[in-house]
């Protein structure tokens, strides 16, 4: 079966250090969604990308996160410098169309920032 | 996002009973969607709803969106232990991006 793959799926790291999560989204799907996951906020939608093209960004924190595609087959979430409030999971999801669809979730990056 | 909440925000149930999930947006919906999500695990879609009135169903579960009230309604009959997570209606408000609300958190105890 096709599948979302999000790298690591688990990340301990100390206030102050780089964390990159990477997302392979499924072959052909066109769209990519970060989104992160908290207790408090609950799925909050970071950026996400058609074609490559980054198309809203507007729920990310600009001064420290980073979003990019490379290519198609990979999208990159940074956080630099990392805070202990970045602590969440991360979800990285694609779909085939314009967004409106049924979309593909990975099973996320678990990151703790210490 | 408060443009999405869900109601309850956690439930407990005896096995084999039903339940009720909902979900209200603040704003004109285009298309809602149920995901399920496994502890730990990513969201697995359920269903789509696209049409005022429109019902569908999978297995036990059936989700109905009331288009003029902005509503959506997930029912389990007959709950089972497998039905256990957290449950998110995701909505298409015609801006390309899925905003989710803020999950329902169901335990099925034997």
């Known amino acids: 079966d096709a599948r979302v793959t999000q790298t690591p799926r688990h990340k301990v790291t100390e206030m102050g250090q780089e964390v990159t999560m990477r997302c392979q989204p499924i072959?052909?799907?066109?769209?990519v969604f970060w989104y992160r996951q908290t207790m408090m906020q609950g799925l909050e939608l970071l950026a996400y990308?058609?074609?490559?093209?980054?198309?809203?960004d507007s729920g990310m924190p600009k001064d420290r996160f980073s979003a990019e595609m490379p290519d198609a087959t990979l999208a990159t979430l940074k956080i630099q410098p990392s805070e202990p409030r970045d602590s969440a999971v991360y979800f990285c999801?694609?779909?085939?169309?314009?967004?409106?669809?049924?979309?593909?979730f990975g099973s996320g990056t678990q990151l703790s920032v210490l | 996002s408060q443009e999405l909440e869900q109601s309850p925000q956690s439930l407990i149930v005896q096995e084999g009973k039903n339940l009720t999930i909902n979900c209200t947006s603040s704003?004109?919906?285009?298309?809602l969607y149920w995901y399920k999500q496994k502890y730990g695990e990513g969201l697995i879609f359920l269903m789509m709803?696209?049409?005022?009135?429109e019902e569908k169903s999978h297995e036990k579960i059936t989700a109905k969106l009331d288009e003029k009230k902005q509503q959506s309604s997930l029912h389990i009959t007959a709950s089972q232990p497998s039905h256990a997570g957290i449950y998110l209606c995701g909505a298409d408000m015609n801006t390309d991006k899925l905003i989710f609300g803020t999950g329902t958190r169901l335990q099925v105890f034997p």
């Open positions: 999801a694609s779909g085939p169309g314009q967004g409106r669809e049924k979309l593909f």
């Open positions: 072959l052909g799907h066109n769209t």
């Open positions: 990308f058609r074609n490559r093209a980054p198309l809203d």
């Open positions: 704003k004109t919906l285009y298309g």
């Open positions: 709803l696209q049409k005022g009135g």
